[in-house]
């Protein structure tokens, strides 16, 4: 190593160090599929413990088997941890009679965090009648939930402008929400542009960043098409031509993710969600870097 590579370890070194013990973490999962897709999760869940995370989260699938799993799952996590884990709840394609059944399930059995969203819409003439705000009145009216939502700091794909965003969010946690766990982007300046407008917006609550380790360039162009996130011309520069080479894609992705979190943590975030995938290594390593 050179005299001026010596330099930059130095300064990186540095700047990890003002943010160890400084930051928190908490991590994303959905149920798995299939037997081996199971013992991994169980894996990488029990190794994402020992970084005592601030809670640990599972998505809700669209079908009455994968909404047991979540319930399974996130009872299990629960029970073998310790640590507080947060169950998916959406209100599409569930009565208020449905939703009251889940949600004294989940609170009679110890289960005392969900993350309220509406969900996705998968049929084109689906008729919604219900919010993520309508869900979340109705969580509080059967008890005390501490309650995360979703935030977009690049719009929801079905919203018309930001200021409708904005507004939609304010009603989520007027209506109780404790907290905003925003979705995964890449540009930093549009998270703390999106954190300012709520703020001059009456939203005093925290806006968690979620993180979003880049393990396949590929996968990720695939999630995009589903979202409004950008991805900036540095990045698909950095990718180019790496397709067949995943092992060169994730040390890009890991010093990505390192990279956004340093900038945030100067910014004064303290707590940061990462969409795992289920995937250990990646998401571990960014962690065990930051000292988390």
């Known amino acids: 190593m050179n005299i001026l590579s010596e330099y930059y370890q130095d300064i990186l070194n540095q700047k990890i160090e003002n943010i160890k013990n400084s930051i928190h973490c908490s991590f994303e999962f959905f149920p798995p599929k299939t037997n081996a897709l ?33 319930y399974n799952i996130v009872k299990k996590i629960r029970e073998k941890t310790g640590i507080i884990t947060a169950a998916h709840l959406t209100c599409v394609n569930s009565t208020p009679r449905q939703l009251k059944y889940i949600a004294e399930k989940y ?3 110890g289960i005392k965090n969900i993350v309220a969203l509406r969900g996705d819409i998968i049929e084109k003439n689906y008729q919604h009648t219900m919010y993520a705000s309508d869900l979340i009145m109705l969580l509080k009216k059967i008890a005390d ?9 690049e719009l929801h794909p079905e919203s018309k402008n930001s200021k409708a965003d904005i507004i939609n969010l304010k009603k989520k946690i007027d209506a109780g929400a404790n907290r905003a766990i925003t979705q995964f982007f890449f540009n930093v300046d ?19 960043p979620g993180i979003l380790p880049i393990y396949n ?6 999630f995009l098409k ?6 900036p011309k540095w990045m698909l520069n950095m990718f180019y ?21 340093k900038k945030l943590s100067s910014e004064g975030i303290k707590n940061f969600h990462f969409y795992t995938l289920n995937q250990l290594d990646m998401t571990y390593s960014i962690c065990n870097i930051l000292g988390l």
């Open 38 to 70: 199971k013992q991994n999760l169980w894996l990488t869940i029990n190794k994402l413990t020992t970084l005592k995370p601030q809670f640990f989260s599972v998505t809700y699938g669209a079908n009455s088997g994968e909404r047991q799993q979540t």
């Open 107 to 109: 609170w009679n059995n």
């Open 145 to 153: 939930f501490d309650i995360s939502v979703a935030a977009y700091p």
């Open 190 to 208: 549009c998270y703390l542009e999106f954190r300012e407008n709520c703020i001059k917006n009456g939203i005093t609550v925290e806006i968690i």
């Open 217 to 222: 360039f590929k996968q990720l162009q695939r």
């Open 226 to 231: 589903m979202t409004n996130v950008t991805i």
């Open 241 to 261: 031509g790496l397709d067949n080479d995943i092992f060169t894609q994730k040390i890009i992705g890991t010093n990505i993710a390192i990279d956004m979190i």
